[in-house]
Antibody, heavy 116, light 107 residues
Framework: QVQLVQSGAEVKKPGASVKISCQAS????????MYWVRQAPGQGLQWMGL????????TYAQKFQGRVIMTRDTSTTTVYMELSSLRSEDTAMYYC?????????WGQGTVVTVSS | DIEMTQSPSSLSASVGDRVTITCQAS??????VNWYQQKPGKPPKVLIY???NLGTGVPSRFSGSGSGTDFTFSISSLQPEDIATYYC?????????FGGGTKVEIK
């Protein structure tokens, strides 16, 4: 079946970086954009950016420009999201989601906790 | 950026009631709106795409309408399993933006 499986929870100190993986299966990896969306505790959804697995092109939300890098490995059908210079406000659940217009398949989420 | 103003932020209704949520875009976005349901501890699930199209396997009690700047999401007969937070999202332009969410509870 179509699914996205994300890497496990992370605990990081302020200033560190985190890299989350999202492995896709059950569909043609290069046919869909992959989006990253985060959700702070008790808050709403915030789009971080997208990557097109076919060519690797990316578009990032301005809020994260300079701090986020999205990459992909077509051989393992995996996308990665790396966020650097972490601060406490980055504590959140991070989701990858497949889509073209609608985000129709979501990963299970990866909790990132930033704490000294 | 296109701002999506969603209301109400929360509501309480009885089983069987009709529930309506609205979303207003800060500029015209044609029908480029999706609606998601998120239950606690779970990722969002798309219920309605492109303003009015029912997602795969989504019960017919869910519906969406609207175009331009004003959009409506409805549950025709609220069921206990519909307890969740609902979000609208526009895909007319990047960045994708979401409404603030509507938490639906049973009265």
């Amino acid at each position: 079946q179509v699914q996205l499986v994300q890497s496990g929870a992370e605990v990081k100190k302020p200033g560190a970086s985190v890299k989350i993986s999202c492995q896709a299966s059950g569909y043609t990896f290069t046919d869909y954009y992959m989006y990253w969306v985060r959700q702070a505790p008790g808050q709403g959804l915030q789009w971080m950016g997208l990557i097109h697995p076919s060519g690797g092109s990316t578009t990032y939300a301005q809020k994260f420009q300079g701090r986020v890098i999205m990459t992909r490995d077509t051989s393992t059908t995996t996308v990665y999201m790396e966020l650097s210079s972490l601060r406490s406000e980055d504590t959140a659940m991070y989701y990858c989601a497949r889509g073209i217009d609608a985000l129709d398949i979501w990963g299970q989420g990866t909790v990132v906790t930033v704490s000294s | 950026d296109i701002e999506m103003t969603q209301s109400p932020s929360s509501l309480s209704a009885s089983v069987g009631d009709r529930v309506t949520i609205t979303c207003q875009a800060s500029q015209a976005i044609s029908s480029n709106v999706n609606w998601y349901q998120q239950k606690p501890g779970k990722p969002p699930k798309v219920l309605i795409y492109d303003a009015s199209n029912l997602g795969t396997g989504v019960p017919s009690r869910f519906s969406g309408s609207g175009s331009g700047t004003d959009f409506t999401f409805s549950i025709s007969s609220l069921q206990p399993e519909d307890i969740a937070t609902y979000y609208c999202q526009q895909f007319k332009n990047l960045p994708l933006t979401f409404g603030g969410g509507t938490k639906v509870e049973i009265k």
